[in-house]
C-alpha cells in the first residue's frame, strides 16, 4: 500500500518506517506535492490488475498522518 501525504515531514516518515519493521504489512510513501504521471499511472494500473476502483482516476491524499492511518 502507498499512502500518500502531502508535505510528509521526516517524524512522519520514521514512524512509517518503524511500522514496516514491525508489520506484515510494508507501507510506501510519496513526499511530493506534485505526484508524477508514471507513478499515478502504476497505481492506477495496480488497482486494476487488484480489482480495487480508482475514484476519478486520483490519488487519495491526506493532510495529516492521523487521517491517513484511520483510514487503513
Known sequence: MTLVIKNA???LVEMIDAINKMSKKVYS???ED???AELVESIKSGEK???AAVK???LKTYATAQEA???L
Open 9 to 11: 515531514d521526516n517524524k
Open 34 to 36: 506534485e505526484y508524477p
Open 29 to 31: 510513501y510519496v513526499k
Open 49 to 51: 490488475e487488484y480489482n
Open 56 to 58: 476519478d482516476g486520483t
Open 69 to 71: 492511518f484511520a483510514d
